[in-house]
C-alpha cells in the first residue's frame, strides 16, 4: 500500500486546471481568480477627513482659535484654500481642502458663531487618511478564491468583472443496493445516501460545481450506465464498492471502461480501499463508502484536485497543536483521527474522540480536526505536540 503522500502526488499529477471565464463581481463568490486584478484608481483617491470635526490650517494648542470659512462633506469637497487662522467645518469622508494640516474632532472643539477654539491640540496628519493609504492605481490582488472581504476590495478597486477559473464539474456517484434517498422509506434492509452531500457542499465549497448522479446498485451493467452519465465532468468522484467484497465492482466496471489506475489501496485509517486513475478520459477518484472514510477522504484528495484544477496551492494545511488526552500506539496506517480542537491554558489542545469507528457521522459532526498519527507511531501522552488538519 501507498503512503498517503504519493497517493495525494498521484491524485495531484492527474489534474489539469481548468479554463477561465469573466464574470461580474456579484457572481464571483467562491471562484479563483486565473489571473491578478489590477486597482483601476487610488483609494482615496484624496487625502480625506477620517472624522466629523474641524480641519484646521495649521498646527496647534489647546486654546488655539480658528475662524470658520466653510464645509466640507463626503461626496462635496470645499473648493477654496485654508490660509494658518482659518478652520472648515469637515464630515468623516470628505476631501482635505487645500491648505488644511490637521482635523479636531468636534468632540473637543467649543464653537461660538464662526469662531472655533480647541481643547486639544492639532498635530500635523491627525485624523486625515492620506491618498492612496489603502492602495493606488495599478496595484495588483494575486490570485486566490475569492471571500467576501476580497469581492470588497476587488469593488473599490473599480474592478466591475473578475477572470476566474471555470467551475470544475465533479461527477458525484454513489453505488449500493441498500442506498435511498433522504426523503424515503428505506426498505429494512436498507439506509440512507449520506456522505454525498457532504461530498457535494465540500465540492462547491472549492469553487466547483457538483452533479450528483443517480445511485449505481451493484450490478456491472447499472454502473456502466452511470459511469456513462458523467461526460462532460472534470472530475468523477465514486462512493463506495471499492473495497474487495463480491458486491464492491466499482474498479472492475472502471478498469472494463478503460481505468488507467494511478493506485488502489492506501495505507491510511480511514480510507485504504481509496481508488484514483483515469477513466473515460476524466480523473477518476475512488472513495471507499463508510461515510467518514469518503468525507476524510474527500478532504485529503478531492478538495485538493479540485484546488489543482483552480491553480491554487493543493495541499491541506497541517497545523501543530498540543494533545489535550493521551493517545494509543498506532498501526500501520497512518490514522486521521477525529477530533475536537479547543484551546486549554492558552494554547490550541487536540484530543481525539474515543470511538473512531469510520461509519460514525454522529462523531464526525461534533470534530473540527483530523488529528494525524503517523504509521507505527508510539503511544503519546497529553501535552506532547502533534498535527493536525482543520475541518
Ligand atoms: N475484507 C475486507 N473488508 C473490508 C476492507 C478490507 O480491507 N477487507 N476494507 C474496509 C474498509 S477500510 C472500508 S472503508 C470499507 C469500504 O468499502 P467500500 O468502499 O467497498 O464501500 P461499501 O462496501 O460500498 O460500503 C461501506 C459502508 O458504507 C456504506 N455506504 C456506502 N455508500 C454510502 C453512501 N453513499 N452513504 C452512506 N453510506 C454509504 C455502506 O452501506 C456500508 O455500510 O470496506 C471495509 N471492508
Ligand atoms: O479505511 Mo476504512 O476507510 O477504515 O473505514
Avoid at 467645518?89 to 488644511?100: D, E, N, Q
Wanted: hydrophobic content about 45%; some cysteine.
Amino acid at each position: 500500500m501507498i503512503s498517503v503522500q504519493e497517493a495525494l502526488r498521484r491524485c495531484l499529477a492527474l489534474a489539469h486546471p481548468t479554463g477561465t471565464e469573466t464574470l461580474p463581481l456579484r457572481r464571483a463568490f467562491g471562484r479563483v481568480m486565473a489571473a491578478p486584478a489590477t486597482a483601476q484608481i487610488t483609494q482615496p483617491p484624496f487625502a480625506a477627513s477620517a472624522m466629523d470635526g474641524y480641519a484646521v490650517g495649521r498646527v496647534a494648542s489647546a486654546g488655539d482659535s480658528f475662524d470658520v470659512i466653510g464645509e466640507a462633506g463626503a461626496g462635496h469637497a470645499y473648493q477654496g484654500i485654508l490660509a494658518a487662522t482659518q478652520a472648515v467645518r469637515i464630515f468623516t469622508g470628505a476631501p482635505l481642502p487645500a491648505g488644511a494640516v490637521s482635523v479636531v474632532i468636534q468632540e473637543e472643539i467649543a464653537r461660538d458663531g464662526d469662531r472655533i477654539t480647541l481643547r486639544t491640540a492639532a498635530a500635523e496628519g491627525d485624523n486625515i487618511r492620506p491618498r492612496g493609504q489603502d492602495f493606488v492605481q495599478g496595484q495588483t490582488l494575486s490570485p486566490r478564491q475569492l471571500r467576501p472581504n476580497d469581492l470588497a476590495l476587488l469593488a473599490a478597486m473599480n474592478v466591475a468583472e473578475v477572470c476566474v477559473h471555470r467551475r470544475p464539474v465533479v461527477a458525484l456517484m454513489a453505488s449500493g443496493d441498500e442506498l435511498v434517498m433522504p426523503g424515503e422509506t428505506p426498505g429494512p434492509d436498507q439506509i440512507i445516501a449520506s456522505n454525498t452531500f457532504a461530498l457535494a457542499a465540500m465540492v462547491e465549497a472549492a469553487g466547483g460545481e457538483a452533479r450528483v448522479l443517480p445511485i449505481a446498485r451493484d450490478t456491472e451493467a447499472s454502473l456502466r450506465t452511470v459511469f456513462a452519465l458523467t461526460e462532460g465532468a472534470d472530475l468523477i468522484v465514486t462512493i463506495g464498492g471499492a473495497s474487495v467484497g463480491d458486491h464492491d465492482l466499482v474498479g472492475k466496471v472502471a478498469s472494463d471502461l478503460g481505468l488507467d489506475r494511478a493506485f488502489w489501496q492506501i495505507a491510511m485509517r480511514p480510507g485504504k480501499p481509496l481508488m484514483a486513475g483515469k477513466v473515460l478520459g476524466i480523473p477518476m477518484l475512488g472513495l471507499p463508502g463508510n461515510p467518514v472514510s469518503a468525507i476524510v477522504c474527500g478532504h485529503l484528495f478531492m478538495v485538493p484536485l479540485l484546488k489543482a484544477m483552480q491553480a491554487l496551492p493543493p495541499e491541506p494545511t497541517v497545523l501543530r497543536a498540543r494533545l489535550g488526552a493521551d493517545v494509543a500506539a498506532n498501526g500501520p496506517r497512518d490514522h486521521y483521527m477525529r477530533a475536537r480542537l479547543g484551546v486549554e491554558a492558552g494554547q490550541p489542545t487536540i484530543t481525539a474522540f474515543a470511538r473512531q469507528d469510520s461509519a460514525l457521522l454522529t462523531i464526525l459532526t461534533e470534530a473540527n480536526a483530523l488529528l494525524i498519527r503517523p504509521k507505527d507511531d508510539g503511544p503519546r501522552a497529553a501535552g506532547e505536540i502533534v498535527d493536525y488538519i482543520a475541518l
